[in-house]
């Protein structure tokens, strides 16, 4: 079922058009990320669920009810703002309880919800503090109690991490993804932050800069099997190549001009959209192996010079230039002395597997 | 030295070098007298509305004398800031008759020096030696206002009117009426209109007028100083008490206002010129007096202020067609009063204020 | 219907300010009256503008009004620039006591201004207008300047010492700067205010030194004469025209700084 | 010389603060106890309460209550209209704010007398605001609204209102809208987003805004002297009047210290009703 469903909407800015005839379903119960870059309009799609903007044309639905027409206050969806939008004349307590006492709830009940959720999120004990004495995280962790506390059915959180420190950060998308689990209240997350998403979601949707959605799924198909260069690109990191891709008895090989023919693995549906047209083919820095000596049991092969490294810790990055080309890739740094340590200049192998390369149509 | 000790003398001597900076602006003026004392020029303090501002003109291009003019709206105003300022300010001021008195008892205005004036043999007799100044020793009359009703005829085309000050406290027909702000005044015509005389309110008297006066509330539009005149010609009230220059003002502008004398008699007020006790600018002040009571500039002052000089012959040049010249001239004269305060200061100011809290 | 709500508010606004425009547009258009009584409309004419450059004693009173005005602002603004920035948060105690001499009817001011001077045998004149009305001022200058430079970020001086610049100078490019908005709205507070003031001058004002309002107040005793209403139009054409030449001079000065 | 100089820099914080203090000080503390001790002081029998005594009668008391009615109404009046208005400028004017706001200065820029005066031409019998009602026919006779207590009324109302739009509008604009998308987003109708976000976080202003208008009216001089044709008296008026016509000071002084004793009173009980509503709200 879907908690949340665009059909043909669009949103205008005055002459601007944010978003063009979009249509998504977001599943119920899940924890779902929207992620694009800065400006792309996904504040947008969650303001338009939340009710604050008003669509120019198509249809909302929440729960399979047309919610397009109801205003903010009446619909069963709360958020969690960016900045927080604390109101800052009331205590913690009084800002959680807010809805609440909207609603009319009986004094003790309000006490009790208020407590609990406050207890959910690490806060029993700031209950009485005015909203400037408390840090950044701790303010992040109100505006999300002050949320849940009225059992939405959908949950909005706009960059809700994006003012907090990296350690914080992390902590806090443990938290969200227990709590969600907890709730099982459907999470709508949007984020420019790729990683962020990657931890986060059970699905998620990947918007390109002009309020398109390029490509909807799990984490790991969006990252495995992007659809698009865009998604590739935006998602991790990737080479790209151009190239025309052709069938040889049986096999389908990726030909790029200047590299050479290289094998890839593909259905046959897409075999038919794309053969013999211009497509891409990304390989993700990681799954290339690198290497001084030359190696077997690999179905793909070129020989490249190093450029530069970048020591990360966890992993070593070689920016490689092969013809002219630049490769970027990943090794885990798995022994404390590598083999024959690879220093800039050198000529390396780099071979990787017919089924790690994706092929593109764009 | 201790350091609070420290501490406060300097916090002193702080506060003292402020305290000394700010008395040095404040008393500037002083210290620009003594450097140089003003040069000629002299500072008169008069009504709104009794000097022509080119009369004052003239003066100045004719005598190369200064003029500054400030003006005041009641003689009370006047009386409170000359006391203020003990006099110090003006050379010259134009309190009426009913305050020369208190000013005299202050000792704020000096004895005029009549020699030093050309005109006086041209002042009518009937003002001079009055009761407020007994020898015409200390002002110089100079313009008259008389009392009566300004009265909208065509109000009345229909409808009959009576020259009497009752049109004015009990209207006969359902229309407003203006009232003049000062309660020496209404006080005084209502005693009239009452008594037909203006004796000491007793008890019985204070609380008749009081009646009178409650009641009549219901029908007044406006108890003002202000622009009494255009009451009458924008058409809010048919029937208003004023002074005759109220009336010449109003003919201005439109022809039909007329003024007419009740037949109970009624009151005038005297404007008077006076010497500020500290005035040490004779000379000065008495080329102006000289210059004021010149025919022409009289003339052209009771032109716009509409108020009458006090000289008759001057008085019989002008023409006044609202006004009855030989009416107020002969018998008539005699049932007009000097406006005097029928109560004790205090009493008049609370009775005042008591009918207007309402 | 719903376009009608939506217009509501917009157009309860645009009555405020109809409202609030009236009498100035009545002000306006009556200056303009050929009949010499100012309550009948006789055509259109300029002559009471003529007439009001052709009376000098309207300009000197104008003169007085604009030496009290200019000089009560600067005080204001000096001593609070100076209070302000010498006591900083020091001054969130006292701040809104300040406010006390526009909350006292100004009636009462006055009063106790002819009280004060004539006990202390002070002469009557500018000077005493200047000093009353800077009290009022100041009811402005102090809260709205604190509450400004409470604003202001800290690390902005300490960054401004920390290359290079003496005290005054970080006061004079650094503090000065930020509080320009301040100071340009209390300014003009301060100059209306003392520009505007009839009781204080009814009360303080000395021989020499008759203002604006009470030669206004004067002239209104025989009647508004058309050339008050003449001169009205002509302040407000002149301010009109400064906050003009102002917003223009700003945009100018930005677009070249 | 030079430790003199070092001296005084270091006391420079006292220095550069004493002014405005020392105004404060000799232009308001002193003036108001020359005020309270002439009002217990009569000439020539020292110490007496009898001033208090005369004022604290009929007609005394009613006028200072009549000038409270007229100085709340005023205030009330002007800050329910000026909520709206100032919302709109700060909310939803955009590109006009900042020519909405000089508007709002721009009517200082007219003397206040010509300004009240100008209500003559519109309120008086054959004045603008009658002509165009007998012109619509909406009236068979002028209505008489000149020299009553609504001229009074409606004068004060229009000439203070900016008086009130400042202030409201200065705090609306330091609050954050984001707010008001939050309440709404919790729950909230657009009236109890009202009551409970942008009332209590705008309060301040209000209340400035508030005792600004009530004291100014309370003891404004012009308008009640102008527009009711100076058939009711009001505080202003009367203060005025003792000093000038009576030259009592002692009653005068006594009047003076009664109404501001009043009007701080009543102050203080508008200020407990603003927290109140504060509190209320929430």
Redesign the interface.
């Known amino acids: 079922m879907d908690a949340i469903r665009f059909e043909h909407v669009t949103k205008r800015y005055g002459t601007e058009e944010i978003i063009t005839d979009l249509n998504l379903a977001i599943p119920a119960g899940k924890f779902f990320a929207l992620l694009g870059p800065s400006g792309c309009g996904k504040t947008t799609i969650l303001r338009l669920i939340g009710g604050f903007e008003h669509v120019d044309s198509g249809k909302i639905f929440l729960d399979n009810v047309d919610v397009t027409d109801v205003p903010i206050n009446q619909r069963r969806v709360n958020t969690v703002f960016q900045y927080y939008a604390l109101f800052p004349h009331l205590n913690v307590f009084d800002n959680v309880a807010y809805g609440l006492r909207i609603k009319g709830v009986p004094l003790p009940e309000i006490k009790h919800k208020v407590i609990q959720v406050l207890a959910k999120v690490h806060l029993e004990k700031q209950v009485s503090k005015k909203i400037e004495q408390l840090s950044g995280g701790q303010q992040q962790r109100v505006a999300l109690a002050r949320a849940i506390v009225n059992e939405p059915k959908v949950l909005l959180l706009d960059e809700p991490l994006a003012a907090l420190d990296r350690n914080l950060k992390e902590q806090m998308l443990v938290e969200l993804i227990e709590l969600q689990y907890e709730l099982k209240t459907t999470f709508v997350y949007v984020t420019h932050d790729q990683t962020e998403a990657l931890a986060v979601a059970d699905q998620m949707a990947i918007m390109n800069d002009d309020g398109e959605i390029e490509q909807v799924g799990t984490p790991k198909e969006i990252y495995e099997f992007p659809v698009s260069s865009f998604v590739a690109q935006f998602v991790g990191k990737t080479n790209l190549f151009k190239g025309v891709l052709r069938e040889h008895c049986g096999d389908f090989c990726f030909c790029v001009e200047g590299l050479g023919d290289f094998g890839v693995v593909i259905d046959s549906a897409k075999m038919t959209a794309c053969e013999g047209k211009e497509a891409l083919l990304s390989i993700r820095p990681e799954k290339i192996e690198i290497n001084k000596e030359e190696q077997l049991g690999f179905a793909n092969h070129v020989c490249a010079r190093v450029d530069g490294m970048i020591y990360h810790g966890r992993s070593t990055e070689y920016l490689l230039i092969v013809n002219g080309r630049r490769i970027t890739v990943f090794e885990q740094n798995e022994e404390h002395f590598a083999r024959d340590a690879i220093v800039e200049g050198d000529t390396v192998h780099l071979y990787w597997q017919k089924e790690n390369a994706v092929v593109m149509e764009r | 030295m201790n350091k609070r000790a420290y501490q406060i003398f ?2 002193g001597l ?2 003292i ?3 000394v900076v ?1 008395a040095a ?6 210290l620009g007298q003594l450097f140089h004392a003003r040069s000629r020029s002299i ?1 008169i ?1 008069v009504w ?2 009794m000097v022509d ?1 080119r009369v004052i003109k003239e003066f100045e291009d004719e005598t190369g004398i200064r003029v ?7 003689n ?2 006047l ?2 800031k000359l ?3 003990r006099g ?3 050379d010259l001021f134009m309190p009426t008759h009913y305050m020369v008195g208190t000013l005299i008892k202050n000792g704020l205005i000096k004895k005029i020096n009549k020699a030093k004036l050309d005109f006086w043999h041209e002042l009518d007799p009937r003002f001079l030696s009055p009761s407020y100044d007994p020898n015409s020793e200390y002002v110089i009359p100079y313009l008259w206002d008389i009392y009566g009703l300004g009265v909208d005829p065509h109000y009345f085309a229909n409808k009959k009117f009576v020259a009497s000050w009752r049109m004015l406290f009990e209207p006969p027909y359902d229309y407003r009426v203006g009232m003049t ?1 000062e309660p020496r005044e209404v006080v005084a015509i209502a005693s009239i209109y009452l008594y037909k005389n203006m004796r000491m309110l007793n008890g019985k008297r204070r609380a008749s007028i009081a009646r009178l006066l409650f009641n009549q ?1 219901k029908f ?8 009494t ?2 009451l009458l ?4 009230c048919p029937v208003v008490l004023a002074p005759n220059s109220a009336i010449h ?1 109003a003919r ?3 022809l039909w206002p007329s003024f007419v004398l009740p037949q109970e008699g009624t009151v005038m007020a005297v404007e008077n010129i006076a010497i500020s006790a500290q005035s040490t600018k004779d000379d000065l002040v008495y080329a102006l007096i000289n210059f004021l009571y010149r025919h022409d500039s009289l003339k052209n002052t009771c032109e716009l202020s509409g108020d009458l000089p006090v000289m008759s012959g001057l008085l019989r040049e002008m023409a006044l067609p609202y006004l009855d010249k030989d009416q107020i001239l002969g018998p008539y004269f005699k049932s007009v009063r000097l406006i005097r305060p029928l109560m004790l ?2 009493e008049l ?2 009775f005042w ?2 009918l ?3 | 219907m719903r376009f009608l709500r939506r217009l509501r508010l917009p157009l309860f606004v645009s009555g405020v300010y109809a409202l609030l425009y009236l009498p100035i547009v009545v002000l306006i258009i009556f200056s303009f009256n050929g009949s010499t009584d100012s309550h009948t409309w006789g055509g259109w004419t300029l002559r009471w503008f003529a007439e009001l450059f052709r009376t000098p004693e309207i300009w000197v009173v104008v003169k007085h009004s604009l030496i009290v005005a200019f000089s009560a602002m600067a005080l204001s603004l000096v001593f609070g620039v100076m209070i302000v920035c010498s006591l900083k948060e020091r001054l969130d105690r006292f701040a809104s006591l300040f406010y006390i001499p526009i909350l006292v009817p100004e009636i009462i001011l006055a009063v106790g201004f002819l009280y004060l001077f004539s006990f202390l045998k002070v002469p009557l004149g500018l000077q005493t207008l200047i000093v009353a009305h800077t009290l009022l001022g100041l009811a402005f200058s102090v809260p709205l300047l604190h509450a400004r430079l409470a604003e202001m970020n800290a690390y902005s001086v300490e960054a401004s010492l920390d290359l290079g610049a003496t005290k005054w100078q970080t006061f004079l490019y650094v503090v000065l700067p930020f509080l320009r908005p301040a100071l340009v709205s209390v300014g003009s507070l301060a100059w209306i205010l003392s520009f505007d003031d009839f009781l204080i001058a009814f009360f303080c004002a000395g021989s020499s030194s008759q203002t604006l309002p009470l030669y206004i107040y004067s002239r209104v005793h025989v009647g508004v004469t058309p050339v008050i209403n003449a001169l009205s139009t002509f302040t407000l054409l002149v301010s009109c025209s400064l906050v003009i030449l102002y917003s223009v001079l700003r945009v100018r000065l930005k677009e070249i700084i | 010389m030079r430790r003199i100089k070092q001296a005084f820099l270091y006391r420079l914080t006292y220095f550069l603060a004493t002014p405005a203090f020392l105004w404060e000080i000799v232009f308001l503390c002193i003036p108001f106890l020359f005020i309270m001790s002439a009002s217990v002081y009569l000439q020539g029998r020292g110490f007496s309460l009898a001033a208090y005594k005369l004022i604290l009668t009929g007609a005394h008391m009613r006028i200072i209550v009549r000038s409270l009615v007229l100085a709340l109404f005023t205030a009330f009046c002007c800050l329910v209209v000026a909520y709206p208005v100032a919302y709109f400028i700060a909310f939803r004017a955009r590109s006009w704010k900042n020519a909405l706001v000089l508007l709002l200065t721009l009517p200082f820029w007219v003397n206040f007398l010509v300004h009240v005066y100008a209500w003559f031409f519109i309120l008086e019998r054959n004045g603008i605001f009658n002509k165009i009602l007998l012109a619509l026919g909406i009236i068979s006779e002028p209505l008489h609204m000149m020299n009553t207590l609504f001229a009074v009324a409606i004068v004060m109302f229009q000439v203070y209102l900016p008086f009130m739009i400042l202030p409201v509008y200065l705090f609306f604009e330091k609050f954050d809208t984001r707010l008001l998308e939050a309440s709404l987003d919790l729950g909230a109708s657009w009236r109890q987003t009202f009551w409970r976000v942008l009332v209590p976080l705008t309060m301040a202003g209000a209340q400035l805004g508030f005792f600004l208008v009530l004291g100014m009216s309370f003891g404004d001089y012009v308008t009640p002297q102008l527009m009711s044709g100076g058939k009711t008296l009001f505080v202003g008026t009367v203060i005025s009047d003792y000093f000038i016509i009576n030259r009592s000071f002692s009653l005068g002084s006594a009047f003076t210290c009664i109404s501001a004793v009043v009007l701080i009173g009543l102050m203080a009980i508008s200020l407990g009703l603003f927290k109140l509503v504060a509190k209320g709200a929430k």
């Not at chain 2, 007044?220 to 622009?227: F, G, H, P």
């Open positions: 300097w916090v702080i506060g070098f402020w305290v700010l602006f404040l008393y500037i003026p002083y500072s303090f709104s509305d501002p500054f003019v400030n003006y005041y709206e009641s009370d105003e009386l409170t006391r203020f300022m110090a300010e003006y702000n509330k007044v539009e406006v108890y003002t100083d202000l622009a005149d255009s010609t924008s058409g809010a003002r201005k502008r439109v200061r205090h100011f609370e204020l008591a207007k809290s309402y």
